[in-house]
């Protein structure tokens, strides 16, 4: 098991693709950055000191050196120089303070992070896309989509009915046409 200790530690979700000279192409997914390094998930485990390229969302695609791996994770070591280097950590802090940011009590049903981020989105046409939530409240979500929608356009997300109200970069915010008991709304909930 790798050991993550608290101080400095950043929770990051992005998708990644991974490759290397003794690794073939896998998927992987950052969990956090930290001192050590970035963390990622994967059913893969590159051997410690391989260096793989990795493609990872927002980021683009870097050069990393595996210094921890077990138990489906593992911690890489950018190999970039120093500015290269900070622009990769500037951009997954930001990233992780907004996946993790709390939002205004002034919202009429809080948000929360939910443990299944990955659902399928389903189009007026019957097209089925891949999805990333990033929260859920009762009355709606917001989805990490690799696919543009107009705002207005209906959509399933999981099962639950929605119409698109807002866009953003690589992304969507939807309200659900038939709003949630609050009740419902919790860290384990599947829509």
């Known amino acids: ?12 979700f992005l998708p990644a693709l ?3 000279r003794r690794q073939p192409d896998f998927y992987a997914v950052t969990q956090d950055l930290s001192r050590a390094g970035i963390t990622f998930r994967s059913a893969s485990n590159p051997a410690v000191d391989e260096t793989l390229t990795c493609s990872i969302r927002y ?3 870097i050069e990393v050196r595996v210094v921890r791996s077990g138990d489906n994770q593992f911690v890489v070591r950018l190999m970039a120089s120093r500015q290269r280097a900070a622009e990769v950590a500037r951009t997954m ?6 996946q993790g940011r709390v939002f205004d009590a002034t919202r009429a049903h809080p948000r929360i992070n939910p443990a299944r981020k990955d659902v399928l989105v389903t189009l007026e046409d019957g097209r ?4 990333r939530l990033i929260n859920v409240s009762a009355s709606g979500a917001a989805l990490a989509l690799d696919h543009s929608l107009s ?3 209906s959509i399933t997300i999981g099962n639950t009915a929605a119409k ?4 953003f970069r690589d992304g969507i915010g939807a309200t659900f046409a038939f709003p949630l008991d609050p009740g419902q709304v919790h860290s384990g909930i599947r829509l």
């Open 1 to 12: 098991m790798i050991e993550r200790t608290a101080a400095n530690l950043h929770t990051v």
């Open 164 to 167: 698109v109200v807002r866009i």
């Open 18 to 20: 991974c490759w290397g």
């Open 93 to 98: 802090l930001a990233l992780a303070r907004e």
């Open 128 to 131: 089925v896309l891949p999805g």
């Open 151 to 153: 705002r207005g356009a």
């Open 59 to 61: 980021i683009g695609q």
